[in-house]
């Protein structure tokens, strides 16, 4: 009999309830109030709790001066219709959890198995709405996928409320493993691939295996050799392992005849060993692609590591899951890089639709499966990294939104995390990690459940109706903090085990085998492994990606230590198997083996590929409109493009000060710019610090690709050279997030991209440390009428720069300082507007036309240099680096940031609007007391043009004649419009 009761707790005055409301208003739902209760249902099974326990409890669940809440007692209020949103089974549930502890903690008594508290928000609705416009706010509280949603009119409510409900999970999967016969003709082989193995016990295909004909070839010859068929286990193994996820096949694939190697080793790792072989002793890399994270030295005693994934396809099904699942799993990339790193700062990047669009697309037939609108994908994935960092006590003071159409149907969702460590201890590097056979496979932190099967093989394929539901999951932050803890905090420095890494992509079956690869075999108990519900299949428990778990090879001699201590710090770890050296991975369940196959099989049985590229289409030539005669309105409505204006109401969602090494944060200036760069403190006791910028152009990609990512290189890097830090110390990532990577054409503009990749690289003499790719970022499904639809995103490259400033206090921001101050261009203006922001205003495209900036990658190195210099020495008060949108906006913004006023004349001799708004590259607006000019013009020489002062109130930009007089408070109201109200 399960025992259950149910807490509501509700403001006695709402704090939220004005922004809630008017957040609902602007989407244009015409509500009056709408009002939360907080739900809290506990179910229990051994005992039940008295109801003065109960009204304990509740006490401890909510604060008594601000709040009040009724047990087993419906909520009263006035409203007209009555929402309640909660969770479906096996969907993580974290307040849920967070709540069960403080109920074991206060009444000391420890939930059983099946016992578990729920919760749900009960929103009462104050005004009339027609079906049409109640299903509307329905969709926009809660997401089929992951919630659970009940709706009462006030009379249906009357005075019992909501029915209590218990969202238990109940499995029937059969406990065995099952044979998979692969002797099929092709066409079924190909099914297979795509659609998944056919469930004994559903009649139902159990999701992508993203394998193509050649793969599952392979796979059975392999098994017939052998002289048997591969289990579900074994398949879904190779699945995972094989994927374009976790494999790269793409990038790893012979292109052409002039790239056998593929593009991986041709252009990034090539560039890499480039230049660490020209460094010499001056080289800054320590760990590079071999790990979850690249390192580079911080100083003789500690590194810093850094990288960046991409969460999109679980992210355009549940934004806030999804979201979060990337910062929170690329903080374990930290956490497993060596023997363990510690996360010290976030980042993240989003490519989304216009937020003010509401594009008509379905996944299925006959209008079902509708995709989630541009508002509610970036609500969901700003909140899900907000969520990530804050919860983990990590700060999140770098990021990026891109806005373009294209991103509507699969948006990109970019989470990085910078991790710092000490280099090594008495013993050893601890930056290098080496399983040995007969240590043990130990996991720890979070349980397995269903949540995250075939995120990788998923995440391979291009988004359409049969994308898996099981692939969504939800984060964990608190219980992956005390795994974080205790393994830098302690474990590591106790030297409690010889290797680790997390579990992510792949789950286990990923984490497992990787780790074999070190000492060259395993053998896991499967049945070993934690759950979160009994009734799970081998194979799923094999491949899930339940987040907040690390697989670590402890020494036997170890094991007692370090349970000792994962109890004293309350994180689960269990003992699932040992590491070997048959060269075999070797899995049993419930005694019998359900996997056994050779390491080499598992991870260099992967057919070779020689993929075939055709010439790409020239970009469009149109011809650019004439110039606009009112140059001061035009950049008013520059600074409101989505691509340009504030975000600040990102930043301000994000903790970016917490662990106190904030130098430089998101927003810069009294009037609250956001900056290119941000700096922090990630040892506090040296002087020295880590900068972080990003950089992606994505409207360049169709007009010249090469030239795109060069340009990405170079913007990235531009900006830690205007906050001072030396390009010597910089290194750089790559995640590229292209499209119908199967299409000759695309592939084409990839290779000519990787290639760009390699000359910027090497020409900046800046290495790659780390990269990801994600290859099918493609929508494919039907618009109202039921025609086929599919939508690409533009071929999408981000670059990441991170690098080590060698002293915070010689920094500046971006924000003009005071006025007299002289300002100064850097480099020089061309009129470059292909796939520029200005271009796209006044032709209403993508801007997909024209020529793409081109850079002199030796003349703007040697500027590079200088103006590091110059900073360094205490010559420059501010530093921006011009990009999108170009002279004018970057102008306006130091004029914003400072609330100062600016007389300046701008070179050149073309069109006035062009050399306002042209992105040519390597320039940047400086400005300096009047006291330094000489030394200044000293350093830079012919790089630094003198073009006026920082004066009065108005941005005054003049040419051969006056172009622009704005005041600064009218450029401030533009800039900050579009997303005022979010």
Not at 33 to 52: A, C, G, M, P, R
Not at 158 to 184: I, R, Y
Not at 749 to 778: E, H, V, W
């Amino acid at each position: 009999m399960a025992y259950i009761h149910r807490i509501e707790i509700r403001y006695k005055v709402d704090p939220r309830l004005k922004v809630r409301t008017d957040r609902i208003r602007s989407l244009g739902i015409p509500i009056e109030e709408l009002h939360l209760v907080d739900i809290y249902t506990i179910s229990t099974v051994s005992k039940d709790f008295t109801q003065d326990e109960l009204r304990e409890i509740g006490l401890q669940l909510s604060n008594p001066v601000v709040q009040k809440f009724t047990v087993d007692e419906a909520t009263q209020a006035y409203f007209d219709t009555a929402i309640e949103v909660g969770f479906l089974p096996g969907v993580t549930d974290n307040v849920g959890t967070t709540a069960r502890q403080t109920i074991e903690d206060f009444t000391n008594r420890k939930f059983e198995p099946g016992e578990a508290v729920y919760t749900s928000h009960l929103y009462f609705v104050c005004g009339k709405l027609t079906p049409d416009v109640l299903n509307t706010l329905t969709s926009t509280l809660a997401n089929p996928l992951v919630n659970r949603v009940h709706i009462k009119t006030r009379q249906e409510y009357g005075t019992s409320g909501m029915d209590p409900v218990v969202p238990f999970v109940e499995l029937h999967e059969l406990p065995t493993a099952e044979p998979v016969n692969l002797n099929l003709e092709d066409q079924d082989l190909i099914r297979i691939g795509k659609e998944g193995i056919l469930d004994p016990v559903t009649g139902q295909r159990r999701g992508p295996l993203a394998l193509d004909l050649a793969q599952l070839h392979a796979i059975r010859d392999y098994f017939k050799t052998i002289g048997r068929i591969p289990t579900d286990v074994e398949v879904e193994s190779l699945a995972q392992t094989w994927s374009e996820h976790c494999k790269h096949t793409i990038f790893a694939s012979a292109m052409d005849e002039d790239v056998p190697k593929g593009l991986y080793k041709t252009f990034i790792q090539a560039a890499t060993n480039k230049i660490r072989a020209e460094k010499g002793d001056k080289d800054i890399c320590l760990s590079v692609f071999s790990d979850n994270s690249g390192g580079i030295i911080f100083d003789d005693e500690y590194l810093v590591t850094h990288k960046v994934e991409t969460h999109n396809s679980p992210s355009a099904l549940d934004p806030f899951g999804g979201a979060l699942t990337g910062i929170v799993g690329v903080n374990r990339d930290t956490i497993g890089f060596g023997l363990g790193a510690k996360p010290c700062i976030n980042i993240y990047g989003f490519c989304v639709g216009d937020p003010d669009t509401n594009p008509v697309l379905f996944r299925g037939k006959d209008q079902s499966n509708p995709i989630l609108p541009p508002r509610r994908i970036l609500d969901g994935v700003v909140s899900g990294v907000g969520v990530g960092g804050n919860c983990s006590g990590i700060p999140t003071p770098q990021g990026f939104v891109w806005f373009d159409d294209r991103y509507c149907g699969k948006p990109l969702v970019f989470a990085g995390t910078v991790g710092v460590m000490p280099r090594k201890n008495a013993v050893r590097n601890l930056y290098e990690k080496q399983a040995r056979p007969g240590d043990l496979i130990v996991v720890i932190g979070g349980r397995v459940g269903k949540d995250g099967i075939h995120g990788a093989t998923f995440s391979s394929e291009a988004l359409d109706p049969a994308s898996p539901v099981t692939a969504v999951q939800i984060g964990d932050p608190i219980t992956q903090k005390k795994v974080s803890d205790v393994i830098v905090k302690e474990a590591r420095d106790r030297g409690l085990y010889t290797s680790i890494t997390d579990n992510g992509a792949g789950g286990i079956s990923c984490s497992v085998a990787e780790m074999a690869k070190e000492c060259n075999g395993c053998h896991v108990l499967l049945d070993k492994v934690p759950l979160k519900y009994p009734g799970m299949a081998p194979w799923e428990i094999w491949i899930s990606e339940s987040q907040e778990r690390m697989t670590l090879a402890v020494p036997p001699e170890k094991i007692n230590e370090l349970m000792e201590l994962l109890g004293r710090r309350e994180v689960e770890g269990t003992v699932i198997g040992a590491f070997t050296d048959t060269g075999r991975c070797v899995v049993e369940f419930n005694g019998s083996t359900v996997m056994d196959i050779e390491l080499s099989f598992l991870h260099d049985g992967l057919p070779a590929k020689h993929l075939k590229t055709s010439p790409s289409s020239p970009g469009r030539s149109d011809p650019t409109p004439g110039c606009p005669e009112e140059l001061g309105e035009t950049l008013k409505t520059m600074l409101q493009r989505k691509n340009i204006c504030s975000k600040e109401f990102i930043s301000i969602q994000y903790d970016h000060t917490v662990q106190g090494g904030h130098v430089l944060g998101p927003v810069q200036g009294v009037g609250r710019v956001q900056g290119m760069a941000t700096l922090t403190k990630v040892v506090a006791s040296s002087k020295k610090g880590v900068g972080l910028s990003q950089s992606l152009f994505p409207s360049y990609s169709e007009i010249d690709s090469y030239r795109m990512a060069i340009a990405c290189i170079d913007t990235a890097i531009r900006g830690l050279i205007a906050i001072g830090i030396p390009l010597d110390s910089i290194a750089i990532l790559d995640n590229f997030c292209w499209c119908s990577s199967d299409e000759p054409e695309r592939l084409d503009q990839l290779k000519a991209a990787a290639r760009g990749c390699y000359d910027g690289a090497t020409g900046f003499m800046t290495p790659f440390i780390s990269g990801k790719d994600s290859m099918f970022n493609d929508f494919s499904g039907f618009d109202a009428d039921n025609n086929r639809v599919r939508v690409s995103v533009p071929p999408t490259l981000l670059i990441s720069s991170i690098g080590v400033h060698p002293d915070v206090t010689k920094a500046v921001s971006l924000d003009a300082k005071i006025e007299g101050d002289l300002v100064y261009l850097i480099g020089e203006t061309n009129e470059e507007i292909g796939g520029s922001e200005y271009f796209a205003h006044l032709c209403g495209v993508n801007g997909a036309t024209g020529m793409v900036p081109h850079i002199d990658i030796p003349g703007v190195k040697a500027r590079y240099e200088k103006l590091t210099y110059a900073i360094l020495h205490d010559l420059v008060a501010s530093a921006f680096p011009v990009t999108h949108g170009g002279l004018a906006v970057a102008l306006a913004k130091v004029a914003i940031g400072g609330w100062l006023g600016m007389d300046v004349t701008i070179p050149g001799e073309g069109r006035s609007d062009l050399l306002l708004f042209s992105e040519t590259l390597g320039r940047f607006v400086v400005t300096i007391a009047p006291d330094n000019k000489r030394s200044f013009e000293r350093t830079m020489g012919s790089d630094a043009i003198l073009i006026g002062r920082v004066s009065g109130k108005n941005l005054q930009i003049s040419g051969k004649k006056q172009l622009i007089s704005v005041p600064v408070s009218e450029l401030e109201a533009a800039y900050k419009k579009p997303f005022g109200g979010y």
